[in-house]
């Protein structure tokens, strides 16, 4: 049991390894989603209410994910600013 691991370690250590990740989290495709929500507002490809449809959906997606930072970043300062003790 002991001689193998070594070998369990370097089998899961990559594994491990992407939970170490800092930065902005891996980008999203939502091209598909924008389009087909656009579609459905019967809305032609091409077409300016098309355009203008699909920078409403990014900035929608934006001040949502600004939002979610902002609370993030609140909960993180509160946390430090009123720590627990047991």
Known sequence: MRRNLPLAFLLIAPL????????Q?????TSADDDA???????????????????NRDVQR???????DRAQRN????MLNNPTRP
């Open 16 to 23: 491990l390894a992407g939970c170490l990740e800092r930065g």
């Open 37 to 55: 929500f656009c579609r459905s507002n019967n809305v032609a490809p091409g077409s300016n209410d098309y355009v203008i449809c699909r920078k």
């Open 62 to 68: 934006g001040n949502a994910n600004a939002r979610t």
């Open 25 to 29: 989290p891996t980008m999203v495709d």
């Open 75 to 78: 909960l993180a300062e509160q």
